[in-house]
Every structure is written in structure tokens, then in C-alpha cells.
T-cell receptor, first 117, second 111 residues
Framework: GAVVSQHPSWVICKSGTSVKIECRSL??????MFWYRQFPKQSLMLMAT?????????EQGVEKDKFLINHASLTLSTLTVTSAHPEDSSFYIC?????????????FGPGTRLTVT | QKEVEQDPGPLSVPEGAIVSLNCTYS??????FMWYRQYSRKGPELLMY????GNKEDGRFTAQVDKSSKYISLFIRDSQPSDSATYLC???????????FGKGNQVVVIP
């Protein structure tokens, strides 16, 4: 089955520093990857849609200069949280759409828990 | 009004009972309907997918979509403790687009 990995699985950083989260599709190619944020007992909120080789499309209210997304290859997208603050602490989840699969299929990574102190 | 409404629960049932979950939505353009299961501190995994209206059955799971009422359901028969998780409904207009998620419904199956 399609596998998506994320690295790191959890990270603790100090306020003001930047954190990079990687999302990889391990056994399929993904032209489109999605980045979500999930607060405790809340649903997934789409932050941005990342397309390989082009700029990401951000959802309303998401600061593109704070959450930098790079989708450099068909198997890797990165999310960098710049100048992180405690309110950025959350569970960040990526998903990837299989280039060769059905349009609706998105495979989710295991998530990255970010804690900003 | 939110695009997708889902009662977050929690819902506790005894082992072997039928679990009934549902979502309502407001966007009539939605055509792809999905149910995801999410265990604590893990990413969601796709459980069921339905296109447009109708029913779909997969083992102990049955998904129903009623587009006229903008209402979707998931039924879990013979529930097991391993079914304890959060179940999220999700939907999109054309499959290429962003998924709109419900809040998730926490289910606890008591042995």
C-alpha cells in the first residue's frame, strides 16, 4: 500500500527558532501534497496545497511567510515553520495524492508533533 | 455554517454493538465522500470511500451517502475494542481539490 512518512515525528524547539518538517511518499509519486494542522480534539485544518515544481497554494488565514513550503521532487515536500511561537505548537500532518491512483485518494503521514517552548 | 458538521462525541459502546456515525454538509458540490480512522497521535487512514449517493459495504463497515439530504453515515457492525479511534468524515467536490473534514467523532468500544 501507499506509504507516506514524516520526519521528525516530534520536535521541541525554542520560541523564535525555525523547524523543518519533511513529508515523503515512499512507494509512489505525488505531484500534489497537502499540509494540515490539527489541534487537540479538533479536526484537520488544511494549511496549504503543495504542487511539485510550483508555489504552494495557501488557505485563507495561513501566513505563507511563516509556513514555508517546498515541493522539490515528486516524493518530497517540506514545511518550515519560521520564527516559531508557542501558539504554533500543534500536530502537523501531510498527505500525498498518488499520481497514478484515483483522484480522490490521499495518503496521510503519521504526523509531526511540534512543541514550541 | 460550517461546511461539514460532525458531532465530536465521544461515543461509548459495548463490544459487539453497532456504531453509527454521521455527518452533514452544506456544499452541494461535494461528490466524493470518505471516512477516515485516526488513532491517537497518528495520521488518518482511509476506511471507506463513496462517490455520489449510495451505499458501500466493506466487511463490518457500511458507508451511506444521501446527497438529497446532504447527510452521510458510517456503520460499524460487531464493534471491537480495536475499533476505538476517532472517525473523521471528509468530502471534496472533484477529487482533485482540498478535502473538507468534519471535527471527528471519538469512539470507545468497551470490552
Amino acid at each position: 500500500g501507499a506509504v507516506v512518512s514524516q520526519h521528525p515525528s516530534w520536535v521541541i524547539c525554542k520560541s523564535g527558532t525555525s523547524v523543518k518538517i519533511e513529508c515523503r511518499s515512499l512507494d509512489f509519486q505525488a505531484t500534489t501534497m497537502f499540509w494540515y494542522r490539527q489541534f487537540p480534539k479538533q479536526s484537520l485544518m488544511l494549511m496549504a496545497t503543495s504542487n511539485e515544481g510550483s508555489k504552494a497554494t495557501y488557505e485563507q488565514g495561513v501566513e505563507k511567510d511563516k509556513f514555508l513550503i517546498n515541493h522539490a521532487s515528486l516524493t518530497l515536500s517540506t514545511l518550515t515553520v519560521t520564527s516559531a511561537h508557542p501558539e504554533d505548537s500543534s500536530f502537523y500532518i501531510c498527505s500525498a495524492r498518488d499520481l497514478a491512483g484515483a483522484n480522490y485518494e490521499q495518503y496521510f503521514g503519521p504526523g509531526t508533533r511540534l512543541t514550541v517552548t | 455554517q460550517k461546511e461539514v458538521e460532525q458531532d465530536p462525541g465521544p461515543l461509548s459502546v459495548p463490544e459487539g454493538a453497532i456504531v453509527s456515525l454521521n455527518c452533514t454538509y452544506s456544499n452541494s458540490a461535494f461528490q466524493y465522500f470518505m471516512w477516515y480512522r485516526q488513532y491517537s497521535r497518528k495520521g488518518p487512514e482511509l476506511l471507506m470511500y463513496t462517490y455520489s449517493s449510495g451505499n458501500k459495504e466493506d466487511g463490518r463497515f457500511t458507508a451511506q451517502v444521501d446527497k438529497s439530504s446532504k447527510y452521510i453515515s458510517l456503520f460499524i457492525r460487531d464493534s471491537q475494542p480495536s475499533d476505538s479511534a476517532t472517525y473523521l468524515c471528509a468530502m471534496s467536490a472533484n477529487g482533485n481539490n482540498r478535502l473538507a473534514f468534519g471535527k471527528g467523532n471519538q469512539v470507545v468500544v468497551i470490552p
